[in-house]
C-alpha cells in the first residue's frame, strides 16, 4: 500500500485508479504526476490513450489552428500575446466559441505536472469530427482541443556559435500565411528540402523578397541596421519577432520594418532567424554563400537579451 495513500481525496483515488498512475497528494484532481499528460476536450488522458476521431477535419482538412509556447523556468514566455494570434487565427478561420481563459487555466494545470524548466506547449484547435464534407458542420459539433507539453531538444551549441545554412525557395504557400493554421505541406516540403541538402532550413522568397523561414522569421544585419520584413499577409507575426524588435528597441540599435531582397540577405552583416524554439539562429551560409564565419555581435546581444528577458519575465 503506498504510504501516502491516507492523505488522498476521494477523487484523486479515483483518478489514479482510473489511469493507473502514480499521484501526489496535493495535486488536483485529475493530474496524475508522472505519466506524459495531454488535454483533449477538457479530459486529462496518457498519451497513450488520447484519440481523435478520423472524421476530424483536422485530419481530414487541415481545418484548424495551433500555437506553440515556450516554457522557461517552469513558466509561460509571453502566454498572453500568444492567445492573442490565437484569437485572431480562431477568427480568420472563423471558428468562434472557444473559451481561452479555460485553455489557460488547463495549460497552467498541465504546467504544474511538468518536471522540467523548459520546454514546450503546443495547443491545437480544430473544427471537431464530422463526416466528411466541405461546408462547416453545424454549431453543436464541438472543437477538438488537445495540448500537451513536452521538453525540448536544446539547440546545438555549435550551430548557435557557428551559424546554420540554408537554402532559398519559393514561397508557393497561400495569400493567408498570417493565420497560425496547421496546413504546414508547403512548410514541410520545403524544410525536408533543405535536410536532403544537408541545409538547416529554407527561407521563402516572393517576388524576389524575403518572406520567412519554414518555421520561423527572419532577420538581417543590412547597412548597420536591424530589418525584417513587416507585417503583411505574407508573414506569420511572430512572438519572438515582436520580442525581438522591443529589445533591438531597448538596445538602441535602429530597426527597418521594410522587405528586403535575396541579394540584400547575400550582402548583409548578419542573418538569423527567430522563433518560439529556434530563438535567436545566426545564419551563416546561404545557397552555399558565406555570410560570416561565426554568429555575428548583433544576433548575440540580441539572444542574450531574450534568455535573460524569458527566465526573468512571464
Ligand atoms: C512560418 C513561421 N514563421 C514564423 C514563426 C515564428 O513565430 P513565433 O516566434 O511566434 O514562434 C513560426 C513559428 O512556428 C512559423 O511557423
Redesign the pocket.
Known amino acids: 500500500m503506498d504510504m501516502l495513500e491516507p492523505d488522498l481525496r476521494k477523487e484523486e483515488r479515483e483518478w489514479a485508479d482510473y489511469t493507473n498512475c502514480p499521484i501526489v497528494p496535493g495535486i488536483k484532481p485529475g493530474f496524475p504526476r508522472n505519466c506524459m499528460k495531454v488535454y483533449l476536450n477538457g479530459q486529462w488522458v496518457e498519451e497513450q490513450d488520447a484519440r481523435i476521431s478520423f472524421d476530424d477535419r483536422g485530419f481530414l482538412f487541415g481545418d484548424g489552428v495551433y500555437?506553440?509556447v515556450?516554457i522557461y523556468s517552469h513558466r509561460f514566455f509571453e502566454w498572453n500575446r500568444?492567445m492573442v494570434?490565437l484569437r485572431r487565427s480562431l477568427k480568420a478561420i472563423d471558428l468562434p466559441g472557444i473559451d481561452l481563459e479555460a485553455i489557460g487555466r488547463a495549460g497552467e494545470q498541465l504546467l504544474e505536472s511538468f518536471d522540467g524548466q523548459e520546454g514546450a506547449l503546443y495547443l491545437e484547435i480544430t473544427r471537431g469530427a464530422h463526416p466528411r464534407s466541405h461546408p462547416f458542420p453545424s454549431a453543436d459539433v464541438l472543437p477538438t482541443i488537445l495540448m500537451w507539453i513536452r521538453p525540448i531538444a536544446p539547440l546545438d551549441p555549435q550551430w548557435i556559435e557557428k551559424g546554420v545554412s540554408v537554402i532559398t525557395v519559393a514561397d508557393d504557400r497561400w495569400a493567408k500565411?498570417w493565420i497560425?493554421t496547421i496546413c504546414?505541406l508547403p512548410?514541410v516540403l520545403a524544410k525536408e528540402k533543405a535536410h536532403k541538402m544537408g541545409m538547416f532550413d529554407a527561407i521563402f522568397v516572393r517576388d524576389g523578397m524575403v518572406t520567412?523561414?519554414?518555421?520561423?522569421?527572419v532577420f538581417i544585419i543590412y547597412q548597420g541596421r536591424l530589418q525584417t520584413a513587416p507585417v503583411s499577409n505574407y508573414?506569420?507575426?511572430?512572438?519572438?519577432?515582436?520580442?525581438i524588435l522591443e529589445i533591438a528597441h531597448e538596445n538602441g540599435i535602429p530597426v527597418v520594418l521594410e522587405p528586403f531582397s535575396v541579394d540584400d540577405m547575400l550582402n548583409a552583416s548578419e542573418v538569423f532567424l527567430?522563433?518560439?524554439?529556434?530563438e535567436v539562429l545566426p545564419v551563416t551560409q546561404v545557397n552555399g554563400q558565406v555570410i560570416g564565419q561565426e554568429a555575428g555581435a548583433v544576433s548575440r546581444l540580441l539572444l542574450r537579451e531574450l534568455k535573460k528577458r524569458a527566465n526573468t519575465v512571464s
Open positions: 500555437e506553440v515556450h500568444h494570434r500565411v497560425k504546414l512548410n520567412e523561414s519554414t518555421s520561423a522569421n508573414i506569420l507575426p511572430g512572438i519572438t519577432r515582436e520580442v527567430t522563433g518560439t524554439t529556434t
